[in-house]
Every structure is written in C-alpha cells, then in structure tokens.
C-alpha cells in the first residue's frame, strides 16, 4: 500500500517558494512587531516586579513574615530582607520600563 504523505526524493518544485515566502514574511514580521512586541512584554514584567512591590509596601507585617519563613536570608534580619526585597523589585521594574533591563 503506498503512503498519501510520502514525498519524492527532491520534494516538489514550490515547497522551496512556500519556505522563501515565509521566511520572507516572518522577516517582515520581525522587524515590524518585534520592537512593540519587546516593549509590551518587558513593561508586563515591570508591572508584575511593582505590583509585588507594592503589596509588599502595603501590608508590611506579612512581608516580615515572607522574609522570615519564607525566604529567609541567613545574614541579614527580616526587616532589612525585606526592604532590600522591595528596592530590588522597584529598581528591576524602572530599569525594564526604560529598556535597561
């Protein structure tokens, strides 16, 4: 019985011109989206890094306890854990937003 899918040695003539138009297209997409589609991802980033951030500044208490059960660090003291925590996460998100991240 012979295969519907099987395909000659050197592969039809146009497969060559369907890959050229979709590398042609994928290049256009490229340089056209790519730009904007960098851009919305690493402010998504930056809004996800000030929303924990923020939730952190708000309720105080609870990122005392996050920095002393959760993920404590042995060398320094939950409030300083915690307040370098929430510097980092500000200063990650401003460096994104402006592209230096």
């Known amino acids: 019985m012979k295969s519907l899918h099987a395909v000659p040695a050197g592969g ?11 590398a042609a297209v994928v290049r256009a997409l490229e340089r056209g989206a790519g730009p904007v589609v960098d851009i919305a ?3 998504w980033i930056a809004q996800a890094c ?11 208490p609870n990122a005392l306890y996050l920095a002393t059960y959760e993920y404590p660090v042995p060398w320094l003291s939950p409030e300083t854990a915690a307040g370098l925590g929430v510097t980092i996460e500000l ?3 401003m460096l994104l937003g402006l592209g230096l991240g």
């Open 50 to 60: 000030v929303v924990s951030a923020l939730l952190k500044l708000v309720d105080w």
């Open 41 to 43: 991802i690493r402010l």
């Open 91 to 93: 200063a990650d998100a």
């Open 12 to 22: 039809p003539a146009w497969t060559a011109d369907v890959a050229a138009a979709y």
